[in-house]
């Protein structure tokens, strides 16, 4: 990866691919729940059928071209298709942007593209896949020990040990965390490292945050919501990327 090229060059790119996935992303949180493979048949309108034209189904552009309606027979494409593809692209950009083209910076937008379906398929089905999760975790830890050798434990330590805390959470408090959690915790070890400490702190604080106010509205009953954990793992996530190295040192030269 050379440093004759600009470094807006490859966020522009890491964005254009962002694009990409984001709109495999769109594909695969409405078809991998309902069973349905996510290769074929080609894209197609849920109002009537009529297979998509490939100017169709440029990310984002086609469908504010398109003012959100099918162009057969009218029917509105709601508007979380093109917020897919523009939170994907701004994700992988925004980690390139901050650590350039490097194995940490490629780590983090592999980290930030994959909490995207992560994050819409928790907040619908309560689920979070593992086809999408698990391998990336591989990805991820192979990154992460690349990217620094010399410290090879560190992610190593980092994903078994946000894993096996969000696992052990979910022996004791099932109804609380789900296995695919503590999986996504793993991915989210690997590629942060140290900073999955304040990730996960962040992750726990919005979650018992949105806990007391559901019981402050609702009262009693409220302890029977099922709030999925996902999308609070990926705030966490977010600010562990942008913000973690600075929390942690802000919080070891405190203890010095
Ligand atoms: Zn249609």
Redesign the pocket.
């Known amino acids: 990866m050379g440093t004759t090229v600009p470094l807006w060059w490859w966020t522009l790119l890491a964005g254009v691919i962002g694009l990409a996935v984001g709109s495999f992303w769109t594909v695969v949180v409405w078809r991998w729940p309902r069973g349905e493979s996510v290769v074929a048949p080609r894209s197609h ?1 849920t ?4 297979t998509l034209h490939t100017h169709e189904l440029v990310p984002v552009a086609s469908w504010l071209w398109q003012r959100g309606r ?1 162009r ?4 509105g494409i709601h508007w979380r298709y093109p917020a897919i593809e523009a939170a994907t692209a701004l994700l992988s950009a925004g980690a390139i942007a901050a650590f350039g083209p490097t194995l940490t910076g490629l780590a983090a937008a592999l980290l930030g593209m994959v909490l995207v379906p992560v994050v819409v398929i928790d907040l619908e089905y309560q689920l979070i896949p593992d086809v999408i999760v698990v391998p990336a975790a591989v990805v991820g830890l192979a990154l992460g020990i690349a990217a620094h050798p010399g410290r090879w434990w560190v992610p190593v330590l980092a994903a078994l040990g946000a894993g096996g805390f969000l696992f052990v959470i979910w022996l004791v408090f099932p109804a609380g965390m789900g296995l695919g959690d503590a999986k996504f915790a793993v991915l989210m070890g690997a590629v942060l490292g140290l900073s999955v400490i304040p990730a996960m702190g962040i992750a726990f604080a919005a979650g018992a945050l949105l806990g007391i106010a559901l019981i402050a509205r609702r009262g009693a009953s409220a302890r029977k919501i099922a709030v999925p954990f996902g999308p609070f793992l990926a705030a966490g996530a977010v600010v562990g990327l942008m913000w973690g190295p600075a929390i942690v040192n802000w919080y070891t030269s405190r203890l010095a």
């Open positions: 309108c109002g009537c059928e009529r099918c057969g027979c009218g029917s």
